[in-house]
């Protein structure tokens, strides 16, 4: 289903999602091991570098017979969070080159507000212009802020002693 290239991985996207776009944050669909783009509070595994919006990809029923199309069935490249270097994401509105960003809804970033979202970590840098929602901007994700409190806002830290143990998958 997926296979490791440095910081890049490849996913499916889950059937359930119409299609997901280049620049989008997505996290790992817990129950079917899929992706889909994530939210606001959602720790992303990465973000999209290809897309499978739009996709014509053929499937075929159990009897031979064409099905239609499927987006799902496009492999996905996924940028994964741990890789080095900058990431183009796609905007949620207005940025401008060095605001800082959070993350926002659908797997995009919105301008970080020092006042409204002093809450949440920032997600990053934008190094580049975002006007309109469909556009795509670079930006340089700040150190740390891959990891969500127990809310999925603002950053956190665990430090973890020898003999400490990590149940269930999370801390």
């Known amino acids: 289903m997926s296979f490791a290239r440095s ?3 490849t996913f499916l996207s889950s059937p359930n999602v119409a299609g ?6 997505v996290k790992l669909d817990g129950n ?11 720790m992303e595994i990465g ?3 290809n897309s499978n919006e739009n996709a014509a990809v053929v499937a075929f029923n159990p009897d031979g017979s064409i099905a239609a199309s499927n987006q799902s069935k496009r492999p996905l490249r996924v940028r994964l969070w741990n890789a080095y270097g900058t990431v183009d994401v796609a905007s949620s509105g207005t940025i401008s080159a060095g605001d800082r960003v959070r993350r926002a809804d659908n797997g995009r ?3 970080w507000d020092s006042v409204a979202d002093s809450a949440i970590a ?3 840098f934008a190094l580049g212009n975002g006007i ?13 802020s891959s990891t969500t ?15 400490d143990a990590i149940v269930g998958g999370t801390w």
């Open 7 to 9: 910081a890049e991985y």
């Open 20 to 25: 997901i776009g280049l620049g989008i944050r």
């Open 32 to 42: 079917t091991g899929f992706i889909v783009p994530a939210g606001a509070s959602d």
């Open 47 to 49: 973000v999209v570098e």
């Open 109 to 111: 970033v919105a301008k």
């Open 122 to 124: 920032p997600y990053g």
């Open 132 to 144: 309109a929602p469909t556009d795509i901007i670079e930006v340089l994700p700040i150190p740390g």
């Open 149 to 163: 409190s127990g809310g999925g806002s603002g950053g956190s830290s665990v430090v973890l002693s020898a003999g």
